[in-house]
């Protein structure tokens, strides 16, 4: 039975990158990519040089199709653009389908959700995650849910939402704010929700936001 490598590639330092991860991008006759162009800066940083096929959450069901046919004679390895496919990225949707018919091989790795949790201080021996907010329907109760929720609660945010966000949260919550994680302009805001809009508006900074709500 062939294999389906299920790869996770580094949030932003190439060097996080595992060598299991390597290893399974170097055995595999093929590589999935959610971008093509993305993925190819990291196979050229670690010179691997493997045919790469376009796969993404608007991928047609032509698509699977096609990469069902090539798992019949060959192992493949599935690479979102960064993180773990199938966590707020595509893959869940393909696994549901060739998990049948072939060895769908898990490549662990670094993730957004565990980096923040892993320098909160929070008890997360139990937390909820929740992805991207919505952007418009239901995102006014999808908010009011994270200020009720028991657990400590991680969630993803935009540079161009992360102030109206975090003023939709209680301002009493003591947070922790990860910016570009791993990136070379890592920045991580801790304190009540109010110090932290206080922070992020005086940085005028962008980037992608993980954060964590206690």
């Known amino acids: 039975m062939n294999k389906l490598y299920i790869v996770a590639t580094p949030i932003g330092n190439l060097k996080d990158i595992t060598r299991r991860a390597l290893e399974a991008l170097q055995q595999a006759d093929f590589i999935l990519c959610e971008d093509t162009r993305v993925t ?3 196979l050229d940083y670690f010179d691997i040089d493997k045919p790469m096929i376009s796969y993404h959450q608007h991928s047609k069901l032509s698509k699977i199709a096609k990469i069902k046919e090539l798992l019949n004679n060959h192992d493949l390895a599935l690479v979102s653009d960064a993180g773990t496919p199938g966590i707020s990225d ?8 060739v998990k049948n018919i072939c060895e ?3 490549i662990p790795g670094v993730s957004a959700i565990s980096t923040i949790i892993s320098i909160s201080g929070f008890p997360t ?3 909820i995650f929740l992805g991207f907010i919505p ?3 239901k995102r006014k ?4 849910k994270i200020n009720t929720f ?4 991680i969630f993803y945010e935009s540079c161009y939402r992360i102030i109206k966000t975090l003023k939709q949260l209680n301002q009493d919550l003591e947070i922790v704010v990860g910016r570009e994680l791993t990136k070379k302009f890592e920045t991580i805001y801790r304190g009540q929700v109010d110090k932290v809009i206080d922070m992020i508006e005086k940085d005028k900074i962008k980037g992608e936001f993980t954060i964590i709500r206690r």
């Open 125 to 127: 021996d139990r937390f």
């Open 150 to 153: 028991e657990y400590p609660v």
């Open 135 to 137: 952007q418009k329907k």
């Open 40 to 42: 190819r800066k990291l």
């Open 104 to 106: 769908v091989v898990p």
């Open 90 to 97: 595509p893959g869940n949707k393909l696994i549901e389908q």
């Open 141 to 144: 109760q999808f908010i009011e």
